[in-house]
T-cell receptor, first 111, second 113 residues
Framework: KQEVTQIPAALSVPEGENLVLNCSFTDSAIYNLQWFRQDPGKGLTSLLLIQSSQREQTSGRLNASLDKSSGRSTLYIAASQPGDSATYLC??????????FGGGTRLMVKP | SAVISQKPSRDICQRGTSLTIQCQVDSQVTMMFWYRQQPGQSLTLIATANQGSEATYESGFVIDKFPISRPNLTFSTLTVSNMSPEDSSIYLC??????????FGQGTRLTVV
């Protein structure tokens, strides 16, 4: 059974810092890995999808890397802004969109 | 991509009653799923909604408690039956196509009193 761990569980930083959010998973037999953002009481917004044949994906200030063999993914957020405050969730996918979620990293960016 | 409409967005229900949550997608999708997010927790997969056949439930979830329908490729419902306060959660619908990005609805926030 896939188990997903996200570190740190919570993070509070001043605006402008570059951030690193970590995700580890126990079963490396995955096809994709997705990073999501969740605002309080809301649904999930997809940030980045990394396919297993890729090692990283970039979207704006976000960059996600994937090392399948070691069961790790990292989300980098450059020049953080207060609007980045949210919970970030990592979800490896064995195929077919049946996602297993980590506990998330709760991010607070202070102005 | 897919635009997902989930209804209701929130509800407060009496224990012992049932609530049906609807998930409507703006395009035909292969995969539809239902997740639960208990307070302060991450998401847990309840079941895969299969078009034209019975849903496939994950360990710990049963059809009598969470009956699911999927009459076509754009619509599904999840019913939370005989509710208790422990069922208070956010319920989310997810859709996608094999080996591509998954998309989520905005969720239904359920409070059972």
């Amino acid at each position: 059974k896939q188990e997903v761990t996200q570190i740190p569980a919570a993070l509070s930083v001043p605006e402008g810092e570059n951030l690193v959010l970590n995700c580890s998973f126990t079963d490396s037999a995955i096809y994709n890995l997705q990073w999501f953002r969740q605002d309080p009481g809301k649904g999930l917004t997809s940030l980045l999808l990394i396919q297993s044949s890729q090692r990283e994906q970039t979207s704006g200030r976000l960059n996600a890397s994937l090392d399948k063999s070691s069961g790790r993914s990292t989300l980098y957020i450059a020049a953080s802004q207060p609007g980045d405050s949210a919970t970030y969730l990592c979800a490896p996918d064995p195929s077919g969109n049946m996602l297993t979620f980590g506990g998330g990293t709760r991010l607070m960016v202070k102005p | 991509s897919a635009v997902i409409s989930q209804k209701p967005s929130r509800d407060i229900c009496q224990r012992g009653t049932s609530l049906t949550i609807q998930c409507q997608v703006d395009s035909q999708v292969t995969m539809m799923f239902w997740y639960r997010q208990q307070p302060g927790q991450s998401l847990t997969l309840i079941a895969t909604a299969n078009q034209g056949s019975e849903a496939t439930y994950e360990s710990g979830f049963v059809i009598d408690k969470f009956p699911i329908s999927r009459p076509n490729l754009t619509f599904s419902t999840l019913t939370v039956s005989n509710m208790s306060p422990e069922d208070s959660s956010i319920y989310l619908c997810s859709v996608g196509w094999p080996n591509t990005e998954a998309f989520f609805g905005q969720g239904t926030r359920l409070t059972v009193v």
